[in-house]
C-alpha cells in the first residue's frame, strides 16, 4: 500500500521558520496532487496547501497565506512547506497527503493516501 512520510516537525519560537517534507512512493507523480493538512487538539483538520504534479499550481489556505509556501521536489514524489513567520497557533500536527487528480483540492475527502503526521510546535 502507499504510503507517504512527512518529516522535518520540531519546535521553534515564534516569528521563525520551518521547513517540512514529505516523500511519497516512486508510484507517485506528476499524475498526483500533493497537499498539506494540519490538526490541533480539539479541533477539526484544516486545510493548509496543495500543489498540482503536472501544473505545479497552488493553493494555499486563507489562515497561512502570505507566511507558508508548497513546492515540489524535481522528482515530483516529494513536496516541501516552507513556514515562515510561525504563530503560536501554528502549533499542530501536520499531515502530507496525496490525491490521483491534477487538480489541486482543500478537502480532505478528496485525498486518498495520507501520511502519519508531524508535529510542529511554536512556542510564544
Known amino acids: 500500500q502507499l504510503q507517504l512520510v512527512e518529516s522535518g516537525g520540531g519546535l521553534v519560537q515564534a516569528g521563525g521558520s520551518l521547513n517540512i517534507s514529505c516523500a511519497a512512493p516512486?508510484?507517485?507523480?506528476?499524475?498526483?496532487?500533493m497537499g498539506w493538512f494540519r490538526q490541533s487538539p480539539g479541533l477539526e483538520r484544516e486545510f493548509v496547501a496543495s500543489?498540482?504534479?503536472?501544473?505545479?499550481?497552488?493553493w494555499i489556505g486563507d489562515s497561512v497565506k502570505g507566511r507558508f509556501t508548497i513546492s515540489r521536489g524535481n522528482a515530483k514524489n516529494t513536496n516541501y512547506l516552507q513556514m515562515i513567520n510561525l504563530k503560536p497557533e501554528d502549533t499542530a500536527v501536520y499531515y502530507c497527503?496525496?490525491?490521483?487528480?491534477?487538480?489541486?483540492?482543500?478537502?480532505?475527502?478528496?485525498?486518498?493516501?495520507w501520511g502519519r503526521g508531524t508535529q510542529v510546535t511554536v512556542s510564544s
Open positions: 500543489i498540482s504534479g503536472s501544473t505545479l499550481s497552488t
Open positions: 497527503a496525496a490525491r490521483r487528480s491534477r487538480f489541486t483540492s482543500s478537502h480532505e475527502n478528496d485525498y486518498d493516501l
Open positions: 516512486t508510484r507517485t507523480g506528476s499524475d498526483y496532487t
